[in-house]
């Protein structure tokens, strides 16, 4: 069973910086493609992005060019580097893990990023 224990989230200033980490528990991290959601209050749950145990990453139209999605194997960890940061950013922050046919998808708690000055 797949833990996930996401941190990092908090507030900050338009314009700046947060990083979000995620610590997997288990043996399937790097069979595994790691991604983050969020979602706002009254919207859609989306995917911000993805990262596949080849390294091809995804990202959604409006990050793109400001977010950055990293992953280090060794410390079963995924990251999401967050720049020049807007308001619009603003969401509850999701880690997720499929394992693809190794088992079964998991989900972080959700760390919360607020944009706002």
């Known amino acids: 069973q797949v833990q996930l224990v996401e941190s990092g989230g908090g507030l900050v200033q338009p314009g700046g910086s947060l990083r979000l980490s995620c610590a997997a528990s288990?043996?399937?991290?790097?069979?595994?493609?790691m991604g983050w959601y969020r979602q706002a209050p009254g919207k859609q749950r989306e995917l911000v992005a993805r990262?596949?145990?080849?390294?091809?990453?995804y990202y959604g139209d409006s990050v793109k060019g400001r977010f950055t999605i990293s992953r280090d194997n060794a410390r079963k960890t995924v990251y999401l580097q967050m720049n020049s940061l807007k308001p619009e950013d603003t969401a509850g922050y999701y880690c997720?893990?499929?394992?693809?046919?190794?088992?079964?998808?998991?989900w972080g708690q959700g760390t919360q990023v607020t944009v706002s000055s």
């Open positions: 997720y893990l499929d394992p693809g046919p190794y088992g079964r998808p998991s």
């Open positions: 990262i596949s145990s080849g390294g091809s990453t």
């Open positions: 288990g043996s399937i991290f790097s069979r595994s493609t």
